[in-house]
């Protein structure tokens, strides 16, 4: 079954999408779970399905919580892309830089066929612009772009990063 990580999942409109695209195996995570409970839990029109798990953890305690139940060693050999644990795509929806991407890629993302794709920062700890960049599991980029049609790249910025002010 396709997995899919899903960071900064918000309210769940992102975690919705990979839903209705086939990945139906979902670890939604956010730092808060304010939009989460308000818009899927509390909503009557909200719904979750069983496959779909929403963690309340920001992305470094969500990874550190991985390793811990994943062996990391495991997960760094090529011959255990199919042992279940890794994922087919990861979606960022906040800017990061990208030694964060790339981590998540190598350690998270199948190896065969593995996807990630992110808003990283043009330059490091510069949150006021990014480029859309799709990444392998081997930490290569494969695509990237900084607009979006007329539209620049700016997203919010990585909540765990010393360099960010102003949330």
């Keep these: 079954k396709p997995r899919a990580l899903d960071v900064g999942a918000g309210a769940g409109v992102s975690t919705e999408v990979l839903y209705n695209v086939g990945y139906h195996t979902i670890d939604a995570l956010d730092w808060s779970a304010n939009a989460w409970e308000e818009y899927v839990v509390d909503d009557p029109k909200g719904y979750c399905p069983e496959s779909v798990t929403f963690y309340e953890l920001d992305d470094e305690r969500y990874l550190d919580q991985w390793r811990s139940n994943n062996n990391s060693n495991k997960s760094n050999n090529d011959d255990d892309n199919n042992d279940g644990t890794l994922f087919d795509v ?78």
């Design 90 to 167: 990861i979606v960022f929806n906040f800017a990061v830089n990208e030694a964060k991407a790339s981590l998540f890629a190598k350690e998270l993302l199948n190896k065969e066929h593995g996807r990630l794709l992110a808003p990283i920062n043009t330059s490091n700890d510069y949150w006021l612009k990014q480029t859309y960049k799709v990444i392998d599991g081997r930490g290569e980029v494969l695509w990237s772009t900084t607009d979006v049609g007329a539209w620049s790249v700016q997203f919010q910025p990585d909540v765990t990063q010393d360099t960010c002010s102003g949330i």
